[in-house]
């Protein structure tokens, strides 16, 4: 009876140390990612159908602080994978070259920049490439106050602005395109790095006005109004089609993922990075985004296959399509 009892034991023993060598090894497995609000409710879903695919064997976290402060931690080591809506500033890839950090640049889906008003905003419908820099220029601060000022024919009511932080690729993105320069902009908006935050803001006042990645607004429209956007040729509303067939200018671009080339010696973020790249075009038209061009896709997988380090981007002419700077 003792040997039964005592058999009994050392078998509960093993299965509870099986169990705990289990829950070591996944907690030893792990994937880092951070960076754009905006790449994130792709990765989130890539890392969702990862977990599923590896039955929880590798924790995946995703953090949200921005491309540049996502950046900032995939330089300095701290994660395997930076989320990003633009692409790497030399800035930021000579410190990655600091820390000994090579990297490998991915596009993975392209992404228009959406703007938009309040529901109740019955008097503007377009607004050109011209009234926007009017609005968000540095020079519009505390000067550019009410609608009217911008076009004579909005109403005298006070403005208020709403966008990503200073540390958000949309806002790098967005100052360049309506500005000329990367992180020119009047202070004086209210910033968030959190989407949500800028979705409630703009339904909750009838004289606001913000931009966000499409992909949001996409999961918001009920609550928000699409303004078209004039760059010279009408106005053309944001969608997967008008991104997608190159008419939505000049507020659309391709987002990335940027992978360390030392995370990838653990077999863990090079599995998901290989899922992530087949899983994009399943996934990226399910949460808002455009699929790569099929002929570009096998492109970018053979990029990380044959682990090509450094950016397509850097020394680029400027007009380069992703495909052509690809294609190298």
């Not at 019955?122 to 609608?147: H, R």
């Not at 409630?200 to 913000?210: F, R």
């Not at 499409?214 to 991104?243: P, Q």
Request: aromatic share 8%.
């Amino acid at each position: 009876m003792k040997n039964k009892k005592l058999i009994k034991s050392i078998g509960l023993l093993l299965v509870a140390i099986a169990f705990g060598a289990s829950q070591a090894e996944a907690a030893s497995k792990s994937v880092k990612i951070d960076g754009s609000s905006t790449v994130y409710p792709i990765t989130e879903a890539v890392a969702e159908e990862f977990g599923a695919e590896t039955r929880g064997k590798v924790r995946v976290t995703v953090g949200v602080s921005g491309s540049g402060g996502g950046f900032k931690k995939f330089c300095s080591g701290e994660i395997d994978i930076a989320n990003a809506s633009r692409v790497i500033k030399d800035s930021e890839a000579k410190a990655c070259a600091a820390n000994g950090i090579e990297f490998i640049e991915l596009p993975i889906a392209y992404d228009g920049i959406a703007v938009v008003a309040n529901k109740q905003n019955k008097w503007m419908n377009t607004i050109t490439v011209a009234e926007l820099k009017k609005l968000w220029e540095p020079s519009a601060q505390g000067k550019i106050t009410k609608w009217n000022q911008v076009n004579p024919k909005w109403p005298a009511e006070e403005i208020r602005l709403l966008g990503p932080g200073v540390d958000s690729g949309t806002f790098d993105y967005f100052t360049k395109a309506i500005n000329g320069k990367e992180g020119a902009s009047r202070g004086d908006f209210m910033a968030s790095e959190d989407d949500h935050v800028l979705v409630k803001g703009v339904s909750g006042d009838k004289n606001a006005l913000g931009f966000f990645g499409l992909a949001y607004y996409e999961e918001n429209k009920g609550s928000l109004k699409l303004v078209a956007v004039d760059g010279g040729k009408g106005g053309v509303k944001a969608s997967v089609e008008t991104v997608n067939n190159g008419s939505y200018t000049p507020l659309s671009r391709p987002i990335f993922i940027y992978v360390s080339k030392k995370s990838l010696a653990k077999t863990e973020v090079a599995d998901f990075v290989s899922f992530y790249l087949e899983m994009t075009a399943e996934l990226s038209m399910e949460v808002g985004y455009i699929d790569l061009p099929k002929d570009l896709a096998p492109l970018i997988k053979k990029r990380f296959d044959n682990r090509v380090t450094g950016s397509a981007y850097k020394g680029a002419k400027k007009g380069a399509t992703v495909k052509e700077l690809y294609s190298k």
